[in-house]
Every structure is written in C-alpha cells, then in structure tokens.
C-alpha cells in the first residue's frame, strides 16, 4: 500500500507539475511586453523550473497527506454472517463535490465512507439488493474510471474507482 501511494504521489506530482509548468509558461508569454530570443529562453526555463519546483511540492504533500486520509477512514463494522469482498479508496459524487473516502463491498450491501476532510462527510448503505443495474461511466466524460449504480428507488450514485471493471464484475457476481 505505502509503495502504491508513493507511486500515485508521484504520478498526482508530475502531473500538477506539468500543468503548472504550462500555466506559468503561458502567463509569461501573455504578459511578456517584447518577445526576444533571450526573453523567451527565460520564460521557458523560469516556468520549467517553476513546474519542476510545484511537482516535488506537491508530490511530497500528497505523500505526506494520503497516509493521514487513509486512516482517517475506520474501518466498515460487519455484522455476524456479513463478509468483506472488496475494499477500495473512491470519490462519490454528491452534487457538485467529488467527495474523497472508501467503497466497501460485502455480501449484503454497499457501502460508501468519506473521510474526514469533506466538506460533505457522510456513509451511504445500498443494500445489494436494491441495486437494479450497475454500469461504467465517464469521470468528467473523459476518464472511464466511473461506476454508476441505479437503485430501486430510481436514484443514480456515481462513484469513481480505480478499476471500476473488477468492482463491476463483483457487484454483479453477488446481486445475480
């Protein structure tokens, strides 16, 4: 677990650092009052070595927060004959909040926990038996890390994870 948070550290780290490498390349250039060889040289190591300085930042603070995040979460009470099937970190969406936590999958329902720092904490329980139907979705229609779960009830929860296909598979496995 320690190594696969240090991996998707670094990943979330090279990433900000990249976009903020942009940005800072970019702001330069509009705001840049004459465009010489020299001065674009400058705006170009400046923002890199900005975005270098913003991916080592924010990667180690990401490294240095994940851990707190990940046991900020207790762990899901079971009753007697219940049993754990999958567990996963995941966002549910509730309004317009990504809302950072952990899915459970047990034999009897679905659960979803947030950690602490939300503004929107809560826990959602799914009996598996109200599941009508589950099915991937596009995260901001560009990644397929989405799972969508139509309830008895009509309601629609979304939540993204990280291999949504296994979580899928599993819940199909136990509602059938």
Known sequence: IIKKMKRTSFKAG?????????????????????????????IIAVGLISGIIAAILFGYGISKIAPKLANSISKLETEADEKLLLNSPANHYKKLEAVGGKLFLTNKRLVFKSHNSNIQNHEIHIALNDIVKIERFKNFKITNNGVSVLCRNGKIEKFVVEKPEEWIERINTVIL
Do not use: P, Q, S
């Open 14 to 42: 090279l990433f900000f650092g990249i976009i903020m490498a942009v940005f800072f390349i970019l702001k330069d250039l509009w705001t840049a009052e004459n465009y010489t060889a020299e001065t674009l040289i400058r």
